[in-house]
């Protein structure tokens, strides 16, 4: 899921193609879709309507994007 999270924020600025990050992870779009949920508290949808992130270091970005519960 990480891997898939990490083709998900490289192509940013392209159209959301879900198919492309499930590849990535080796699984079909719909279960894609439910572990990335599951992962990350949020859809793929979300999590690029957020926006990019700022420049902020690091250890800051990764406790903002951390799933709550």
């Known amino acids: 899921m990480l891997r898939a999270r990490g083709t998900l ?3 940013y600025a392209k ?3 879900v198919a492309a990050p499930a590849r990535v992870a080796h699984v ?3 279960h894609f ?3 990335f949920r ?3 508290g949020e859809s ?3 999590y690029r ?3 990019p992130l700022a420049d902020v270091p690091t250890c800051f970005a990764m406790a903002w994007m951390r799933p709550r519960s």
């Open 33 to 35: 879709s439910r572990t």
């Open 49 to 51: 309507r957020r926006g």
């Open 38 to 40: 599951a992962a990350f």
């Open 15 to 17: 159209p959301l193609d």
């Open 44 to 46: 793929p949808t979300d």
């Open 9 to 11: 924020d490289r192509d």
């Open 28 to 30: 079909s779009v719909p």
